[in-house]
């Protein structure tokens, strides 16, 4: 399963299709109200992106930002697939393919706005000619 070769495609990829769902009058005041801040913290290699949510501000992990809420820790191979809709969120915690820290119940309500970023994700992957990401 191929994942990000680095903490820039993260940013660009994850980030960016948070960046697309924000501008979205519906869904980003929908992200909005949840006044969550979460990170998405990858292994292999090490990067991490943090989405606030409330203030629709996405942030690279070294530039600083606000404290998470609650982080979602995977491999990049896992987030690629994940953001491509290919992974169940409660099964992968339940195998430890996705570590949860923080508020479990606040991100897991996240879900649902989530999977209305899937195909943002994928079609921002094709548009980049990045079929080496699709799974």
């Given at each position: 399963?191929?994942?990000?070769?680095?903490?820039?495609?993260l940013?660009?990829?994850?980030?960016?299709i948070?960046?697309?769902?924000?501008?979205?009058?519906?869904?980003?005041?929908?992200?909005?109200?949840?006044?969550m801040?979460?990170?998405?913290?990858?292994?292999?290699?090490?990067?991490?992106?943090v989405?606030?949510?409330a203030?629709?501000?996405?942030?690279?992990?070294?530039e600083?930002?606000?404290?998470?809420?609650?982080?979602?820790?995977?491999?990049t191979e896992t987030?690629n697939?994940?953001?491509?809709?290919?992974?169940n969120?409660?099964?992968?915690?339940?195998?430890?393919?996705?570590?949860?820290e923080?508020?479990v119940?606040k991100?897991?309500?996240?879900?649902?706005?989530?999977?209305?970023?899937?195909?943002?994700?994928?079609?921002?992957?094709?548009?980049?000619?990045?079929?080496?990401?699709?799974?």
């Open positions: 399963m191929p994942g990000f070769a680095n903490e820039d495609e940013f660009k990829y994850v980030g960016g948070f960046e697309k769902g924000f501008a979205d009058p519906e869904l980003g005041e929908k992200m909005a109200s949840t006044g801040v979460f990170e998405t913290r990858c292994t292999e290699p090490d990067s991490s992106v989405v606030d949510l203030n629709h501000k996405v942030y690279k992990g070294g600083g930002g606000p404290t998470p809420d609650a982080a979602l820790i995977m491999s987030a697939a994940y953001w491509q809709g290919k992974v969120l409660p099964f992968a915690m339940a195998r430890n393919k996705i570590k949860v923080g508020n119940a991100l897991l309500a996240l879900s649902p706005l989530g999977k209305k970023l899937f195909p943002v994700y994928v079609e921002a992957l094709k548009a980049d000619g990045r079929e080496d990401l699709l799974v």
